[in-house]
């Protein structure tokens, strides 16, 4: 797993990390809200699929998104392009 580089004013590193960019899709649905993570530089993907909470749906978002994220290992941070939609 790469590293972020740590970054001091002024200064560059001879060599340039890559760090990695995640793309985070949500689609919230009538019954369930479905969270995908696309790893652009493997082309892996994660799915995860939760019941919609209708009273308030940022319940399922954030339990969906959470627990994705630990299942893959990832960093929040490194999720770059965040997508949402609803069915």
């Excluded at 590193?13 to 969270?35: A, E, K, M, N």
Aim: cysteine-free; charged content about 30%; proline content about 6%.
């Amino acid at each position: 797993r790469t590293r972020r580089p740590s970054r001091t004013s002024g200064s560059r590193s001879s060599r340039t990390r890559r760090v990695p960019s995640y793309s985070l899709g949500i689609d919230i649905g009538g019954t369930f809200t479905d969270i995908v993570v696309y790893d652009h530089d493997a082309g892996r993907q994660w799915n995860r699929k939760v019941l919609t909470t209708h009273d308030d749906p940022a319940r399922a978002v954030h339990a969906g998104v959470k627990g994705l994220i630990d299942e893959a290992r990832l960093d929040p941070r490194d999720v770059t392009n965040p997508g949402w939609q609803t069915t």
